[in-house]
């Protein structure tokens, strides 16, 4: 089975500049997140999806950060505009079930490294 | 809330030795999960094992073992016969029993293996 996508994997610009990233998770994966882990950190959620709808954006900077997941499979992640501290892996991962089962594991993607010079 | 505490910053491990990484954490929840990850250099982050709160058996998974002490509230990984490819940072989450209720990561440990 195909692990989750993410692209690109790096990517390097000036403050100010926008940006997105693109995520495939597992197939039949219902439920997707995207991570922010700054250097030296774990990752901290931003945003979780069920399908197409949005169960948590607590911790997003929506001022510049936005998300969509407008079929309920790939989803993208944008800054608009960027600042230094957005320097980070950025991570994505999915999840099977929609339930609560606590042994529902999250498989992550390779992340994207951004740099904000 | 819900916390993850990881006191080793770094781990040097001689190769073919079993290592102890620490976790402890903090919840108010009778019902939770706990998970460990191991995020190598190329970023992607690894599923290694998996403790529910209410397993009275501590979970296994090949050279992967979880010492959970609940009454301390701590689940800290061992790696049996360390291998060079063990070298990585490992991070220690927690899932809160509430629906809803979304993974909570560790600062993460560090792990040298020496050859």
């Known amino acids: 089975e195909a692990g989750v996508a993410q692209s690109p994997r790096y990517k390097i610009i000036e403050k100010r500049q926008s940006v997105a990233f693109w995520c495939n998770p597992i197939s039949g994966h219902a439920t997707l997140y995207w991570y922010q882990q700054i250097l030296g950190q774990g990752p901290k959620l931003l945003i979780q999806?069920?399908?197409?709808?949005?169960?948590?954006d607590s911790q997003l900077p929506k001022d510049r950060f936005s998300a969509e997941r407008l079929k309920g499979v790939d989803s993208t992640l944008k800054i608009q505009p960027a600042k230094l501290e957005d320097s980070a892996v950025y991570l994505c991962?999915?999840?099977?079930?929609?339930?609560?089962?606590?042994?529902?594991?999250?498989?992550f993607g390779p992340g994207t490294r951004l740099t904000v010079l | 809330a819900q916390k993850i505490t990881q006191t080793q910053p770094g781990m040097f491990v001689q190769e073919k030795e079993a290592v102890t990484l620490d976790c402890t954490y903090d919840?108010?929840?009778?019902?939770?999960?706990l998970f460990w990850y191991k995020q190598p250099s190329s970023g992607e982050m690894i599923f290694l094992i998996y403790q529910g709160s209410y397993d009275e058996q501590n979970a296994t998974e090949g050279r992967y073992s979880l010492n959970f002490q609940k009454a301390r509230k701590s689940a800290n990984l061992v790696i049996s016969a360390s291998q060079l490819g063990d070298s990585a940072m490992y991070f220690c989450?927690?899932?809160?029993?509430?629906?809803?209720?979304?993974?909570?990561f560790g600062p993460g440990t560090r792990l040298s293996v020496l050859p």
């Open positions: 919840t108010s929840d009778q019902s939770y999960g």
């Open positions: 989450a927690m899932r809160p029993g509430n629906y809803g209720q979304n993974f909570v």
């Open positions: 991962a999915s999840r099977q079930r929609t339930g609560t089962e606590l042994t529902d594991t999250q498989y």
């Open positions: 999806f069920q399908n197409n709808g949005v169960v948590d």
